[in-house]
């Protein structure tokens, strides 16, 4: 099993709601990440994770708030988002100390 | 700090070949990824060059020179299917778990 999966597909939420996105792999990747993309743009790094802990945040605002809550398991909780913050998130993951990372399809998010 | 820029579009037609240049600016260096992304889609692992020379893929090769901080991804026989966005990638110097990625080509192929 060489794939990551996320959930949902899309989402539409209002600036009020309270929301998750999931993303799950078996490949036994220590190394799991939140990114967010807007269109035309690369991947611009939110949150990593490894070995279940929090290694970066990229000074992401605490309306998005992630969980690890096992080694093949990410969550994103999204609360009061805002318009801006409408875009394709990504997750992927990886082995430590190797380079390749492995997307899931993302979840494209829409705040109204 | 580290960056990596890249043309913003090349168009190319079926059959042709095209090269995807991408320069960066980073003090010390761990090597260079390729990926691409269709439209909608995830990005995928193409390529990894971490010395210099080229790296070959089938019709993708992939090849690096440190000593001009450049590299460019070489697609053959180019296909309609080919059409997507490629991005070059480097590892953050402090913390190699973490990508710094290239500005992004969008590759379109013609008939």
């Known amino acids: 099993d060489t794939e990551v999966t996320q959930t949902p597909k899309h989402l539409v939420m209002g600036m009020t709601n309270k929301k998750s996105l999931k993303c799950e792999q078996h490949m036994g990747h220590r190394a799991m990440y939140w990114y967010k993309q807007k269109a035309k743009k690369p991947p611009e790094l939110m949150f990593v994770y490894s070995y279940e802990k929090l290694s970066i945040n990229e000074s992401v605002p605490s309306r998005f708030s992630p969980e690890c809550p096992n080694s093949s398991l990410l969550n994103l909780h999204l609360h009061a988002l805002q318009p801006e913050d409408s875009a394709l998130y990504l997750c992927a993951s990886k082995q430590l100390k190797f380079c390749k990372q492995y997307f899931g399809p993302g979840t494209r998010l829409t705040v109204t | 700090g580290q960056s990596l820029e890249q043309p913003s579009e090349v168009t190319a037609v079926e059959g042709a070949i095209v090269q995807i240049n991408c320069t960066y600016q980073t003090s010390g260096f761990y090597g260079l990824s390729w990926y691409q992304q269709h439209d909608g889609g995830a990005p995928t692992f193409l390529s990894y060059?971490?010395?210099?020379g080229l790296e070959e893929t089938g019709r993708f090769s992939s090849f690096l020179s440190r000593s001009d901080s450049y590299g460019y991804l070489l697609l053959q026989e180019l296909q309609m299917k080919d059409s997507a966005s490629y991005f070059c990638a480097v590892k953050n110097l402090y913390n190699t778990d973490k990508l710094i990625f290239g500005t992004g080509t969008r590759l379109q192929v013609f008939p």
């Open positions: 060059n971490a010395l210099d």
